[in-house]
């Protein structure tokens, strides 16, 4: 097992090599840098600014060479500056990768609270009314675009009610965990209620694929109580592919997470990373990017070890 | 099982209530401002960008600019310096001293101002002191200088620093600038934005690294940092500052005791977040585009004050003149024709963004209306068309000699909602006259960072410039700023403009220190502009200022020195 572990970061590593160099390649490709960028914030730069200031960010040097700089850098712990935010790279995204895994995790948490009963469930009564309706509600959260029910709960709860904030991540001046909270429940609400449904069916439908099998009817004929069969068994081997589901999900909740956060004005990472391309933000998309992949791959090794502790046939070497 | 769901939702309703938001409690001696963009850093000299400056202009001032007429004025100097009052004289240059434009010169004027320069004398407010006590001198001045004529150091925009020859200190608050020409704005020093020699001095030891290791990057909380009415005591990148009142300030203490300036990019939320309260006052410069503030103004004018301001940001259609359907002057004049841009403005703006005959906005003290109008007349179109060989055929479309078709392509940015709207507008109207239009629309960063400022589009682009008051527009109209692979892509004269009369007033406006003369020039190339049409007016841009009935005080510039500068004046009335 530790062998395999060793494996898989090793590899790890191998792929944010091959991702650092496809990126800074794709960003470097795209039209315009970030002093012609400039250029068109403020039409009063002259010929001699956009010359000096780009002997000044080092853009006058081919790609492979300031790729082979940043990754010189990076390999002894310098990851550079933000040229958007002025700050140290790693500086400008802990807050924000803190702020987006607990975005993530809480609603990743509520969505699988709701979808794997919901969906034992629904899956234990087909084409049942309460199957209908559990089916009603995953379609409908599958359905609402982000954007749209992030502006309606912004509309309910704080502007018709007042009682939560429309966006932001604390209150001017007030450092406490209750005032945190506040500002978390609409964005955790939005990313729950267009997560869960997807979830939801995945669940019921891989419990009906495992209720039809036969272990199940033997243990039925053995005298196991339905509870037992149910989630001691049924669902432990439904479980199986549904980790893999949501390992994968981790990597669109985190760049899924990038409309809510405009929307809810939470700093994460998704409007950090998009923001950081867009602006040619070398240094900040670079890491951004590889610690959302560090963080999927990461979530995917997670799901492999998950496989062994669901089905016990499964070993690694 | 009622009873338990019952007793739940009340329970959540009284966390609500607990865990409500604070703003609801927001007492009346703060303001909320909310807008759309965060500034990148607070150094004021290194990157440009709106919402920098709009917070900039809370926590320090430039020693000279311009008010909300349009009027030069002194902020952090004592008067302006003239040849009136003996502050500014015109002198040599130092002997083998070469300008940094040096390539053109008015053909018409003194050829001995050629080689002479202006030494300007400014005096700072002697009560100016920086946040932690400290006053602000000349030391400050001779900083600052030595910052931005460093090549290394990251300043952005550095041709003010290029035009100083030399800084004389007379004395702690007393200095001469010596510049390196003889132009009509000689003392407006606007970009010259100090920073504290005190504080920064130490981490511009190392120029390359000083834009990273600046203070107003890892310590913006430093009060030395500000000498304006407030002082920013609470940063969170990306989302908000904190401001408060500067005790050391020395004009008029400011009313409001804390101005909050919240950055939420998205729009619709900013809206909501007004409504919620959790905004209070939505800035103009940086806040709700057009037709989202008439929507907004439909549904809530009552409970908002709302005024519109029209602006500096000109809307323009910029042909490349490579394209021999363009370099045709009729053809341009005939597409001005075809369009009916006061209907446009009115149906799309409700008539807020004025129609534009040339480049100059008319709240500015050179604008002119003598210039050629092109009201929307199709049959003036189609007979200028007709006249210039392209006659309509069979299909609707009219065409040259030779059957080719007259069309084109229109690029604007991709996702801007009222550029998109103009531009189906245009479209249709030139469709009527018997122009087909095709439209392209690229994302910004490729129309700004490829298509545009290499000449690849091959029809019109639709774009705004900002400029500033008076501003002589050498980089977007001489015939030496057309961007060419030779020269770099250097230059803004997109479309290609050359006309040697145009060259003239542009390289003679600079020099001419006679306003009423210059007022002349000016109305001269305003009118060779409307005639010749190097770009298509469409119309100059206004921002929305969103205001609660309890604030009052704020008068919009419509140019970029914000209203901002004038924050003291701010007040909050029950």
């Known amino acids: ?317 | 099982m009622i009873g338990r769901l019952a007793g739940a939702l009340a329970l959540g309703l009284f966390l609500l209530g607990i865990l409500g938001p604070s703003s609801a409690a927001n007492a009346r001696d703060q303001l909320i401002i909310g807008a759309t963009q965060f500034p990148s850093n607070l150094h004021p000299n290194i990157d440009s960008m709106l919402a920098k400056s709009y917070v900039l202009g809370l926590t320090q001032r430039p020693f000279t600019t311009y008010d909300a007429t349009w009027q030069l004025v002194c902020l952090l100097c004592t008067e302006l310096p003239t040849f009136e009052n003996g502050k500014a004289k015109i002198e040599d240059l130092p002997p083998g001293f070469k300008r940094d434009r040096g390539t053109t010169f008015c053909k018409t004027a003194d050829p001995a101002l050629a080689t002479k320069g202006i030494a300007a004398t400014y005096t700072i407010q002697p009560n100016a002191t920086w946040g932690d006590g400290t006053p602000v001198t000349t030391d400050d001045v001779m900083f600052t200088y030595e910052v931005g004529k460093n090549e290394k150091s990251g300043v952005s925009n550095s041709e003010l620093y290029r035009r100083i020859v030399r800084i004389d200190v007379i004395d702690k608050k007393t200095f001469t600038m010596h510049f390196d020409r003889v132009e009509f704005g000689y003392n407006g020093i606007n970009d010259f934005e100090l920073v504290p020699a005190h504080l920064e001095r130490a981490p511009f030891g190392d120029p390359t690294t000083y834009r990273n290791r600046t203070l107003y990057s890892t310590d913006p909380t430093n009060p030395g940092l500000w000498f304006g009415p407030y002082k920013v005591t609470s940063m969170e990148p990306g989302s908000q500052i904190v401001l408060d009142a500067n005790p050391t300030w020395w004009g008029t203490p400011p009313q409001i005791k804390r101005i909050v300036f919240k950055t939420i990019e998205n729009s619709a939320a900013l809206e909501a977040n007004l409504l919620s309260g959790s905004v209070d006052y939505i800035a103009g410069e940086l806040g709700l585009d057009m037709d989202q503030a008439l929507g907004f103004e439909q549904r809530h004018k009552d409970a908002y004050d709302i005024t519109y301001k029209p602006v500096i940001y000109y809307e323009h259609l910029t042909p490349n003149l490579d394209n021999p359907i363009f370099a045709d002057k009729r053809v341009r004049q005939a597409l001005l024709y075809a369009l009916d841009r006061t209907a446009l403005t009115q149906q799309l703006f409700a008539g807020h963004q004025p129609v534009a005959d040339s480049d100059v906005s008319p709240l500015d003290w050179i604008h002119t209306d003598d210039v050629a109008k092109y009201a929307h007349d199709p049959a003036k179109a189609a007979a200028l068309l007709d006249e210039a060989g392209w006659k309509l055929g069979a299909d609707g479309l009219r065409h040259d000699a030779g059957g080719k078709p007259l069309g084109f392509e229109l690029n604007t940015t991709a996702g801007e909602r009222t550029r998109e709207l103009v531009e189906q507008v245009l479209q249709s109207q030139w469709k009527a006259v018997g122009v087909a239009v095709r439209i392209r629309n690229e994302p910004a960063r490729v129309l700004f960072g490829e298509t545009i400022n290499q000449r690849k589009f091959t029809g019109l682009a639709l774009f705004a410039w900002l400029s500033s008051p008076e501003n002589v527009p050498f980089t977007t109209l001489h015939s030496t700023m057309v961007p060419t692979a030779e020269n770099g892509w250097a230059g803004q004269n997109y479309a290609g403009y050359r006309n040697g009369a145009m060259d003239d007033l542009i390289d003679c406006i600079e020099v001419e220190l006679d306003r009423g003369k210059r007022e002349q020039m000016w109305h001269k190339l305003q009118a060779l502009y409307a005639e010749d049409l190097p770009d298509l007016p469409l119309y100059f841009r206004a921002q929305a200022f969103i205001f609660p009935k309890w604030l009052k005080g704020i008068t919009p510039t419509g140019h970029q020195y914000q209203s901002t500068l004038w924050a003291e004046q701010w007040r909050i009335e029950p």
């Open chain 1, 1 to 317: 097992m530790i062998r395999f572990i060793a494996r898989r970061l090793v590899e790890t590593l191998l792929v944010l090599l091959v991702m650092s160099v496809c990126i800074y390649g794709l960003i470097g490709l795209m039209p315009g840098d970030p002093i012609d960028l400039m250029l068109t914030a403020d039409p009063h730069l002259t010929t001699a600014d956009v010359v000096r200031l780009k002997a000044v960010y080092g853009l006058d040097q081919p790609l492979v060479d300031r790729y082979l700089a940043w990754l010189g850098a990076a390999v002894h712990g310098d990851f550079g500056y933000s040229r958007l935010q002025s700050q140290p790279v790693l500086q400008v995204l802990a807050p924000r990768l803190g702020n987006t895994l607990l975005l993530m995790g809480i609603s990743l948490a509520i969505a699988l609270a709701i979808a794997i009963p919901a969906g034992v469930w629904a899956a234990s009564r087909p084409r049942s009314l309460a199957d209908n309706l559990i089916n009603l509600f995953a379609f409908a959260g599958m359905s609402i675009p982000a954007f749209w029910l992030g502006i309606l709960l912004i509309i309910l709860f704080a502007v018709t009610l007042g009682v939560l904030p429309a966006s932001g991540t604390a209150s001017p001046g007030v450092n406490s965990l209750a005032d945190r909270a506040t500002y978390l429940i609409l964005p955790v609400a939005t990313l729950t209620i267009v997560t869960v449904g997807g979830e939801l069916r995945y669940v019921r439908s891989a419990m009906l694929e495992v209720l039809r099998q036969d272990f199940l009817r033997t243990a039925r004929a053995k005298g196991v109580s339905p509870r037992r069969v149910l989630f001691g068994h049924a669902l432990r081997n439904a479980m199986i592919p549904f980790v893999t589901v949501v390992a994968l999900d981790f990597g669109t909740l985190f760049s899924g997470a990038q409309i809510t956060e405009t929307l809810f004005g939470y700093l994460g990472m998704g409007k950090t990373i998009y923001d950081a391309i867009m602006g040619n933000d070398y240094n900040l998309a670079m890491v951004g990017l590889l610690l959302a992949t560090t963080t999927v791959l990461l979530a995917n090794l997670v799901a492999d070890l998950a496989y062994a502790w669901l089905d016990p046939r499964i070993t690694y070497r």
